[in-house]
Every structure is written in C-alpha cells, then in structure tokens.
C-alpha cells in the first residue's frame, strides 16, 4: 500500500499540520508535554508533528514487561503511556511525533499505523530500498530486521506518540533488550542499507511521504500562530 492510498478515505481537502523541529531533547519532559498538548487543546486546535531526536533512554509501553529488559546498565527505563512493549531511543535516530485528531481526519488508528508504515517504506523506497510492515508485529522491517517502530496512545480521539526510524545510530543498546517484546529480533538503521544517511534530509523526505499519504499540509509555527489568531 502506497503512502497515498492510505490516505482514501480521509477529509477531502488537506487540514493544516504545524511541524516543529525540536532538535535533541530529553524523553521524559517531551512525553510530559505532548501529554499536556493533548489533554488541553480544543477542537480547534491545530494538529502537530514534531520532529526530534532523544538523549540515549529506554521506554516501556503500557502493557511493558519487565522480562524484556535484560539489562539496561547506565541508560534511564521510562514507563510511558503509549502502546507496545520496549524499544530504545537514541542520537542518530529520527524520532516523529503526531499529534492528530484523528476523528477531524475523518480517520482512525488503523488507517494512521498504515500511514505511518507506508511512509517509511516510502522513505526507504526513494533509496532503492525494499521494506515493508508486517501484520503480526507493528513496524517497519527491511526482511526480517527491523528499522523503524511504533507506539501510539489515543486520547479523546487525538493521537500521540508515533514512530522512531533507525537511521546513523549506536545499535548496541538494542542488544540489553527484547526490542519490542521479541526475543532475538535484531535491529537495523538506514546507513547500514543506504550510502548518505544524512538525518536531516530523511526528516524532510519523511514530512512529504506522510504528509502526503495522510492528507496533510505542513506549515511551519509562525504560518500555524498566524492562521490561529486568524480563526480566533
């Protein structure tokens, strides 16, 4: 499925998204204000992507267990809200959050995991590499390692969370867990398939490939502050 097609059946014309690139930034004080975000916006919010990248840290979903962190040693373990078991993030990691509400998208989480996979693999695609996702384990996987996860939580009928795609990165944290609550699942990054696996031009090839596929127009915080205080 094309990242496109996983966009039929949405609003038919593109509701505006604001993108914020925050740069390197600590998981915990991150997570606490997409939490804030979420719980204080109206219905006329506008919808939010942030692009980020995190200090070395551990999370665990909500259904985590503890039998899937063999041994963390000196990175931090954060229980987070989202769905899924374990996974690691890191530098060299492009992490995107969306903060949607989905039911404005005329969508659901389904069709957003779908349109989260598809552009990855879009991505991916754009560099000659063959991916896809797989229908028993969330994500995205170039044969049968992994490159990219995901974890969601709805509230309200507004999505959080979202993906972290493997792209210049130090894999071996991924080796004192289960990622993802598979035993022996080995993990792979973009410069292991692709030449220049440069973060920043990834980040933007990813804003296209799902902006696209999920009928969405990103602008940047001053267009989304002055389209607000226009509608105020």
């Keep these: ?26 998981y915990q ?8 975000f979420t719980l204080n916006r109206d219905d006329e919010a506008l919808d939010e992507i942030w692009l980020l990248e995190h200090d070395p840290v551990f999370t665990q979903g909500q259904a985590g267990k503890a039998e899937h962190l063999l041994s963390p040693g000196d990175i931090p373990v954060v229980s987070a809200d989202r769905g899924g078991q374990v996974t690691y993030h890191g530098p060299g990691q492009l992490v995107a959050y969306v903060l949607l509400d989905i039911r404005r998208l005329k969508s659901d989480v389904r069709k957003l995991v779908s349109a989260l996979e598809a552009s990855v693999v879009g991505v991916l695609g754009r560099y000659g590499v063959e991916a896809a996702p797989r229908a028993d384990a969330p994500g995205v996987y170039i044969g049968v390692d992994k490159v990219c996860s995901l974890g969601l939580r709805i509230k309200r009928g507004c999505s959080y969370h979202g993906l972290a795609l493997n792209i210049d990165m130090n894999l071996e944290p991924f080796a004192r867990i289960n990622p993802c609550g598979y035993q022996g699942l080995k993990m792979t990054q973009m410069a292991d ?16 490939e799902f902006c696209t596929g999920y009928n969405l127009r990103p602008v940047n915080p001053n267009e989304g502050a002055a389209l607000q205080a226009e509608s105020a």
């Design 1 to 26: 499925m094309t990242a496109a097609e996983t966009g039929a059946g949405l609003a038919a014309k593109p509701r505006t998204v604001i993108v914020r690139d925050l740069g390197r930034v600590p």
């Design 29 to 36: 004080q991150t997570w606490e204000a997409m939490q804030a």
């Design 193 to 208: 398939w692709v030449e220049m696996a440069d973060i920043d031009t990834i980040k933007q090839q990813w804003l296209t």
